[in-house]
């Protein structure tokens, strides 16, 4: 079973630029997440789908950032502009079905550099 | 060895001995943990979860710990190798609100 993947797994951009990250869940999973580290932090949850609805976004930092996921497989999460705090590693995890908690199984993220 | 969670993110064990990483929780409401090992390049990689109506959970060479009085979790790695040298992660959420919360993360590195 393939896991979750992330692409690109580097990207490095001048600020004020525009990139879009892919992640690509376990198949069959309706639970995908977006969590981001930056440096010297703790992960930190961004936003979870359920299917191709947002369930929660409460940890979105600013409208900056734009999260899809239409048609419930693939989600893209979108930086734009970039901002130079906006660097650090972007994380996308998914978990199967509803109800009880669920481990969440991550990808090997995407580095984003803004430079 | 052993750590004391968040405020000692390093420690180093002697190959084939055993490891305790210690975590402190803070949200009383928490009743799903889980702990992840990342190594160098990777993201997190799940290990083992235990739920709340538990204080005991066992896998391949681990073992997790959960004490609900003191809010602490702790992940005992038995007969420690080489590859078990990664950043290790508690995380916590509550059921219901599908999002982790993680706690610093731990070192561990494994001497020959």
């Known amino acids: 079973e393939a896991g979750v993947t992330q692409f690109p797994s580097h990207s490095v951009i001048e600020k004020g630029q525009t990139v879009t990250l892919r992640c690509d869940p376990i198949?069959?999973?309706?639970?995908l997440y977006w969590y981001r580290r930056v440096m010297g932090k703790e992960i930190k949850f961004l936003l979870h789908f359920v299917k191709e609805s947002k369930q929660d976004e409460s940890g979105m930092p600013n409208n900056r950032f734009l999260a899809e996921r239409t048609g419930g497989t693939y989600s893209t999460l979108k930086v734009q502009p970039a901002e130079l705090e906006d660097s650090g590693v972007y994380f996308c995890?998914?978990?199967?079905?509803?109800?009880?908690?669920?481990?969440?199984?991550f990808g090997d993220g995407t580095r984003l550099s803004i430079l | 060895g052993e750590s004391v969670g968040l405020h000692l993110p390093t420690l180093s064990v002697q190959e084939g001995d055993n490891s305790i990483i210690n975590c402190a929780y803070s949200n009383s409401a928490s009743d799903y943990f889980i702990w992840y090992k990342q190594e160098s390049g990777k993201g997190p990689q799940f290990i083992i979860d235990?739920?709340?109506?538990?204080d005991k959970r066992q896998g391949q060479r681990v073992t997790v710990l959960l004490n609900k009085t003191v809010k602490h979790l702790s992940l005992q790695i038995a007969a420690t190798q080489p590859g078990d040298s990664a950043v290790y992660f508690c995380?916590?959420?509550?059921?219901?609100?599908?999002?982790?919360?993680f706690g610093q993360g731990t070192r561990l590195t494994i001497n020959p």
């Open positions: 235990i739920r709340s109506n538990m």
């Open positions: 198949s069959g999973h309706d639970n």
């Open positions: 995380a916590e959420n509550k059921w219901g609100a599908q999002k982790l919360v």
């Open positions: 995890a998914s978990s199967q079905g509803s109800g009880d908690n669920q481990p969440q199984h």
